[in-house]
């Protein structure tokens, strides 16, 4: 089968260990199931991997991707939850269990024609999502759910802020606060993905860094050292910045006075639960919510994908199809 490999890591040519080639199809352990892949999508954890951040060298190579959704071993119509753990060892959360790991850390990911996951793994795939949408929630819009209403619990009024519009998570957190009836500011640096932002629903979008008309309740914040000044500064007394995220570097000046002397939150945020996904197909389909596509590429054409990624050149998700594989 084809499938896209890291098989070498640098931080200043990421692009020159991935890899697109033939493999043996995998073959699925007791409790994993083989799934034929429909569509996948690009997530920043892939680039951290190939830059060589949080993944060691001596796992390589592998398989990257941790979105899918396509069709398991009987032709059901899935979606791959892409936490790989025990939920026991996490107090009945997955990801707090130790030893959890995301698709592409452990074990091969999505970018291929086949994937093996626990059996667990698999949630159906709801009729009113196309696969390419269904490629786009696993890691990016769980993401973005847990950190609104499982961390903060937003509620409908509240004033949410979130950082860094362009992103999977940032776009998925502005339209599912959107639906959830929250009042939502965004900020870009870019005037185009502002105005995407207001097209989203966001009450107003400005530049990154610039003062908002009120203070708000929750930051979304993945964007990191860049923006954690303006995060702080723009959060009333008591209210949440929830941190999934650092794209721009993980060591802002800290501001210990502010934080506790307003008493506000900093609340980390890491991927989902399988119930989590679960709970946000039925938020989905109740409030017509639906992930946002910047385009769709053939696998062989997944450089194309990361180098837009790296360039910040992109409104939402990357969806990659692997080549049509009869069933």
């Known amino acids: 089968m084809l499938a896209a490999q890291a098989i070498s890591q640098s931080a200043t ?9 033939d493999i043996p ?14 569509a996948a999508s690009l997530n ?20 990257l991707g941790c979105d899918a959704a396509g069709y398991d071993a009987a032709g059901n119509e899935v979606i791959i939850h892409p936490v790989i753990a025990d939920p026991d060892a996490g107090g009945g959360d997955e990801t707090l269990d130790p030893n959890r790991a995301l698709m592409s850390e452990m074990y091969d990911g999505t970018f291929a024609e086949f994937l093996t996951v626990p059996t667990r793994n698999l949630v159906p795939k709801p009729s009113w999502l196309s696969f390419d949408e269904a490629a786009c929630l696993p890691v990016a819009w769980t993401t973005a759910y847990r950190m609104l209403f499982t961390k903060a619990g937003i509620r409908s009024g509240d004033r949410v802020l979130v950082q860094g519009v362009g992103g999977g998570v ?3 957190a502005i339209k599912l606060a959107v639906g959830a009836g929250a009042v939502v500011y965004a900020t870009s640096r870019s005037a185009a993905k502002r105005r995407e932002a207001l097209f989203w629903g966001a009450h107003a979008a400005v530049p990154t860094g610039e003062r908002l008309p009120e203070k708000v309740d929750v930051v979304i914040e993945t964007v990191g050292a ?3 000044d303006h995060s702080l500064r723009s959060l009333r ?15 802002p000046p800290a501001d210990l006075a502010r934080i506790f002397y307003l008493q506000q939150r900093i609340l980390g945020s890491t991927g989902c639960t399988r119930a989590e996904l679960v709970s946000m197909l039925r938020m989905m389909e109740s409030t017509g919510v639906r992930p946002v596509i910047d385009r769709a590429l053939p696998l062989s054409e997944i450089h194309k994908g990361f180098q837009l990624m790296i360039d910040g050149d992109l409104t939402g998700k990357i969806v990659i199809h692997p080549p049509a594989v009869a069933q």
């Not at 920043?44 to 398989?63: C, F, K, S, Y």
Request: net charge positive; charged share 10%.
């Open 44 to 63: 920043m954890h892939d680039l951290w991997t190939l830059r060589g951040v949080g993944h060691p060298a001596e796992r390589l190579p592998i398989v």
């Open 13 to 21: 040519d990421p692009l020159a260990g991935l890899v697109v080639r």
């Open 226 to 228: 860049a923006t954690w």
């Open 170 to 172: 940032a776009s998925a």
């Open 237 to 251: 007394p008591g209210g949440a910045i929830v941190v999934a995220g650092a794209t721009s570097g993980t060591q």
């Open 25 to 38: 199809v995998p073959i699925p352990k007791p409790g994993w199931t083989l799934v034929r892949v429909a």
